[in-house]
């Protein structure tokens, strides 16, 4: 029903000027072609030029570049398969299953077969064999596999280890356990199950049917921890299924005043579509050049899936190197064994090659003496002496038992590598991509024997002050494994590059011979990609197999009587009005609404119209788009329809007495009005949905929050809302969650669209605009923060490591399109991942290993992005230097996702066993390589020293705390909080810091602008620690207590708080003041720059021993005992327990 807004909710429609014949026809289930057809190549050729911004064109030089190659011919067309991947293994039709009837069925379940696309390079036109544009895989035995589209071979495979067969897109339901010395009768490791988030499998709600499957090849694995090898799925998920309508249906306008609902249509044709489909935008290509230029107008080899997005399946041509490596060397051929300053120089007569590596400047000299000089020589002898002492210091035994004071009294930074200083200055900042292990053990044997994980942690799209952007029609990357060059490849030459992954001899093009910044020629080893180990590429058009898609936003607002009691929706309205210009886009950019109660409402904000309108539809259990072109607005033509409806839209369900949710047909909904396009779905929910598709049930029992026996319903009740993420991402749409309540919402389930589709999650417990102000502030300021931070369209994330290094298990919200690939339907700076690893050939050839992360985006002004972090670390061949290496804090981030997944899959309780285990085992491996040692002793290398500690703090967090009083929805967040939060952030949330504040001392002080901002040490989270003379901060990263002894200085009381004594001070301050006093000047500037140094607030609660806060206060100080919980002294004891069985 269209209704003008100032009516009033459910006021029948004012008489209208519009000719009354014009309102008797509505399209019931319209086709979405209008709006998709706004996104072709004509209309992007005719109205779109891309910003300017302050980036590196490098000048073309007319002597040696010549005329440069224009870009290929962009695609117009192209199939509507949501991930097409370039190989399938022919599965046993016994794994091999359609989804429940009973469960969530789309509309429009299939794809034409044939569709047109153009070949930027040829004038021809082709069509897809309807096979391939099926998001699955197939494979023969008996042939090498192809790609489906070209018949180009793959470049890899990966074999099973028992059958020797390739499988190809299989993701395997192992992970490897940590491994274990010592025997026990009953141990519990980080291993496979066949079920959850890291076995990736699917499993039928009960008493659901299971028709035979129409295409037994589609299977799917998409589970938020993937793994890339090993046998397939038990139930695969069919993702190429979406809303779209499969013909028009129309019906008759209903009475004015009634809902809209649906008449029975007429049959028809289903319609082949010809618009470019999301799915298939990000598989802009990048791997697609058949040189190491990624520009070219004479390719005939293009991508056309997301495997070959990244080039994870391209086959490079001939190599034009008249000298190419011999394929009969190993691997790591040429690479130094030793320290790059002592390498040994090889006469021409003794290779064709100069000696060369990452630690030899990568000029074009090509016989470079080792040391120019004396002091040259000197600068190395001295820097291998600090390498050996820090390595002594790292290894230096500490006694547990016997040392209580081993908390660093700042903050802890990354263990150094025992990488030359050359190289550390080129490497990439821990800040955004950091390894477990510093230095890498060179077999898997050697891992084996330290008991350590090796893992990744990145943090790829991190809001960075300084970035070199490069826009050139040139992006150098190895022909074989499609590395990017950076700068620990090293320079044969002048002509010649050698990949420091794959070792392949490659060809420095001729534009990359010019350098911009020094404005010469003939020296690309001093070209900025080969200077920074962190850059972003403007990409051309060769990186997009569509336009680059704008910046689309739709907000999805749940209005039941518990959502208007919470007045959340003012809060949300009242943002978006004041931060309306700063929302990230261009000129292009859409947006519109829904709101939901047990009808979902749609908002008419066409431009022309004077106000805008409402349009009910109360036919949940089949949703449809009432006017598919209205709905969806430009954000700038229909500038003033927005603001009045943001203006109206808190008071239009004021009186409401609804009290059900449909949140299931809201999606619905949603999704079909963002499939044409891709974009951003903002979701905000108060309740558990009661109605309609993906309704849930309370499955908490409050009597059960603290018992020790088992937390039960951490897995999602249904599969509704994972089905439909999978479908949101196969189509570029990213679902973020925002939930506020105060009831049990079952985050279990609900959390799923935004982990499987790369959203976000968002939840604020107890949340009432006048009942609780601490989270209101909370809420406002990190809504502004999500509404304006930088955002990424359309994404795909690769890691390439080099050889004999493999990538098993992902941790993050994302979903894996092939082996490696993760496909990110949105990227935002805030959200970090996991990497697990192993090592499958010995490294014994190299002295180094690198790994690289590219993330090819769309930025929200339309620019085809590509972000490359290289992490270069050395080799190592004794347990002594591994351990040396160990980063704790990466390792306990690692082991906490890896924790998650094994609540998940299989008990909390194992997963705590297995935390225990990883520290028992890694413990004992040391002591086993350390000699004269007595029994009764615990002992740790002081890279470890924190170890024990770390894992009792972790244990003791919401996500994994028992007998403490832990609401079930409360735990799955902070579980959702491990998967995806950075390193830096994470670490706060797990160990908290405590600072005495009521005396800021001036020393160790920084100047950030113009204030001095002091820095008190770090104390050990301990009651032991406190005072009642005194006042103390405690950090814990979202939140932030603030405890106040009883005999506090009346003085900071006064100056800091305002109140004259400790007894005034109230029991609900949650802010410090603005006071003119030096003392108040200086804690406030501290908790400001804590404050700062986060993306989003940290509530502050200033509380005293009678506050109802203190038992959160006094939980996080893990040293100490607790009803549920050991003190650290005596895990200690435990551990020591455990190790000596």
Known sequence: MQQPLSTGHGAPLQNSSTAPERHQQMPNKASLAPMAGQYNFAYYQNNYQAPVHNIIRPPLCPTSLGTPQGPGQMYTTLPLGPNLISARPQLDPTFVSAPPQGGYVPSGGHYPGQVPYNVPSQSTTQGIPPHSSYPGFSYHPAMPAFNTHYNAPLTSQTVHPATSQPLVGVLPSHVKPLPETVQRLSQASFQPYPAGNTAASWHPLPGASMPAPTNPTAAVSSANSQTSAGPPLSMPHNINQSYLPDRAKVATLPVVGAPLVRRQPPLADPSVSTSASPASASGAQEGVDSSSSSSSSTNTSLPNNYDALEGGSYQAPAPSDPHPLKSTKPFGYAYPTLQPAYQNVVSPSQSVCPPTGPGYSPGPQQFAQPFSSVNQLSSTMEGLTFRNNRKAEALRQVSLLQERNILPPVPMLSPQSNLSPELKKLNCSPDLFRCTLMNIPQTQALLNKAKLPLGLLLHPFRDLTHLPVITSSTIVRCRTCRTYINPFVSFLDQRRWKCNLCYRVNDVPEEFMYNPLTR???????????????????????????????????????????????????????????????????????????????????????????????????????????????????????????????????????????????????????????????????????????????????????????????????????????????????????????????????????????????????????????????????????????????????????????????????????????????????????????????????LVDTSIVCFQAALLYTSSKGERRIRVHTLCLPVVNSVADVYAGADVQAITCLLATMAVDRSVSSSLSDARDALVNAVVDSLSAYRSTVSNLQRSVLVAPNSLRLFALYILALLRQ????????????????????????????????????????????????????????????????????????????????????????????????????????????????????????????????????????????????????????????????????????????????????????
Request: proline residues 6%; aromatic residues 10%.
């Open 958 to 1141: 919401q996500a994994f705390r028992t007998g403490t009083s832990t609401r079930l929805d409360e735990r799955v967040f902070a579980m959702c909080e491990m998967k995806t939060q950075p390193l830096v952030h994470l670490m706060l949330t797990i160990h908290p810091n405590l600072y005495r504040i009521d005396n800021l001392p001036d020393e160790g002080s920084i100047t950030v602008g113009d204030k001095a901002i002091p820095q008190p040490p770090i104390m050990q989270l301990s009651a032991e620690k406190l005072s009642k003379e005194g006042a103390f901060l405690m950090d814990c990263g979202s939140v932030m207590y603030l405890w106040i002894g009883k005999n506090c200085s009346s003085n900071f009381i006064s100056e800091v708080l305002g109140f004259p004594n400790h007894a005034s001070i109230p029991q609900n301050m949650t802010q410090l003041p603005e006071l003119n006093t030096v003392l108040s000047q200086r804690t406030s500037s501290f908790v400001s720059w804590l404050r700062d140094s986060r993306p989003f607030l940290s509530i502050l609660y200033i509380m005293k021993d009678d506050s109802p806060m203190r038992a959160n206060f006094f939980q996080r100080l893990v040293e100490d005992r607790s009803e549920s919980a050991l003190s650290y002294y005596e895990f200690l004891l435990h551990i020591q327990q455990q190790i000596s069985k």
């Open 520 to 842: 010469s020629y003939g020296e690309p080893h001093k070209r900025p990609e080969v200077q920074t180990a962190t850059v972003e590429f403007i990409a051309s058009s060769d990186y997009m197999l569509r336009p680059p898609q704008p910046a689309v936003y739709l907000f999805v607002f749940d209005v039941s009587h518990n959502a208007v009691e919470s007045g959340y929706l003012n809060i949300c309205c009242q943002s978006l009005l004041e931060n309306f210009d700063k929302l990230p886009g261009d000129s292009r950019t859409r947006i519109g609404f829904i709101t939901f109660d047990s009808t979902v409402h749609f908002f008419n904000l066409q431009e022309g119209l004077s106000q805008p309108q409402m349009l009910i539809v109360s036919d949940i259990e089949d949703i449809f788009i009432p006017t598919p072109d209205s709905l969806m607005v430009n954000l700038h033509e229909s500038k003033e329809l927005i603001k009045d409806l943001l203006k109206v839209l808190p008071t239009m369900f004021t009186s409401t007495r609804e009290t059900h949710s449909a949140l299931g047909p809201a999606l619905q909904a949603a999704f079909k009005l963002m499939s044409a396009t891709g974009g951003r779905i903002s979701v905000f929910q108060t309740q558990l949905p009661s109605v309609g598709v993906g309704h849930l049930l309370s499955r908490e029992d409050p009597n059960q929050r603290s018992t020790t026996k088992g937390v039960q319903h951490l897995a999602p009740a249904t599969d509704f809302y994972k089905k439909f993420a999978l479908d949101c991402s196969g189509q570029q749409v990213a679902v973020d969650l925002f939930l506020l309540s105060g009831q049990y919402t079952d985050m279990a389930s609900l959390a799923c669209m935004s982990k499987y589709s790369a959203g976000s999650v968002f939840y604020y417990p107890s949340f009432h605009h006048i009942h609780n102000p601490a989270q209101v502030e909370k809420f406002q300021k990190d809504l502004k923060r999500y509404l304006i931070r930088k955002i990424g369209f359309e994404a795909v994330m690769r890691i390439r490591c080099t050889k004999g290094l493999s990538i098993h298990t992902f941790h993050g919200n994302f979903f894996v399109r092939s082996t490696d690939l993760l496909s990110l339907a949105n990227i935002n700076p805030d959200s970090g991942f996991t990497v697990q690893m192993s090592i499958e050939e010995n």
